[in-house]
């Protein structure tokens, strides 16, 4: 009896493209479905909403892209909320160039992505003391640009957020990752089991001709 184990989830997709094409397109709608608990994860892990950001200087005082809970769009598409959580499959041209993930998770709102990243890329010393370039500020009278000179200003928001949350950027997406862990290796058990049962099936009728 024909039979085969696939414990990598890309070789499964490589295989059921060989098969059949239907199984491919059934398999990319649920390999999102392991991402569901890190979503869900996520979600939950935010708290602060617009009214109570993070820190109490984030409180959406100017339109800007990366204002906390922004939703002004001049140009373009708006931002998406403070809780969206985007599942995206990785596109298989980027694995080819080296990714290895199949599947993501991607923060939507610019706000939400500073608030949980700032200051992992480590912070330059060399900026310090120049201006900035011009960006959108909400003034009294109305929207209107504004630039700024650079003086420690990041550094202590970074600082501020460290102490609030009592760790290092990622502040949201890893913690609610590494709680998820077990219900997504479980999904993740679940996909492949099914997609075995699917391919030792598809052999059988294929050696039984």
Same mark, same amino acid.
């Given at each position: 009896m024909a039979q085969v184990e696939v414990t990598d989830i890309r070789r499964a997709e490589r295989m059921l493209r060989d098969l059949d094409q239907q199984y491919i397109k059934e398999f990319r709608k649920d390999v999102?479905? @392991?991402?569901?608990?890190?979503? %869900?994860?996520?979600?939950? =892990? @935010?708290?602060?909403?617009?009214? %109570?950001?993070p820190?109490? =200087?984030m409180k959406q005082v100017h339109f800007g892209r990366v204002a906390w809970g922004t939703d002004y769009a001049p140009s373009g598409p708006r931002p998406k909320p403070i809780k969206s959580a985007l599942i995206q499959r990785v596109p298989e041209r980027a694995r080819r160039r080296g990714t290895t993930s199949i599947v993501r998770v991607v923060l939507g709102s610019p706000g939400t992505v500073l608030a949980d990243m700032a200051g992992s890329g480590g912070m330059r010393k060399s900026i310090e003391g120049r201006v900035t370039r011009s960006y959108d500020y909400m003034y009294r009278s109305g929207p209107g640009k504004r630039?700024?000179?650079?003086?420690?200003?990041?550094?202590?928001?970074?600082?501020?957020?460290?102490?609030?949350?009592?760790r290092d950027a990622s502040r949201f997406v890893w913690p609610a990752a590494d709680k998820a862990a077990p219900k997504t290796v479980k999904e993740?058990?679940?996909?492949?089991?099914?997609?075995?049962?699917?391919?030792?099936?598809?052999?059988?009728?294929?050696?039984a001709r």
């Open positions: 999102k479905s @392991i991402a569901k608990p890190i979503q %869900n994860s996520i979600k939950t =892990g @935010i708290t602060n909403t617009k009214l %109570n950001p820190l109490s =200087g630039s700024h000179r650079v003086n420690g200003q990041g550094h202590a928001f970074v600082r501020n957020l460290n102490s609030e949350f009592g993740l058990d679940r996909v492949i089991d099914k997609y075995n049962t699917v391919l030792n099936v598809k052999l059988r009728i294929m050696n």
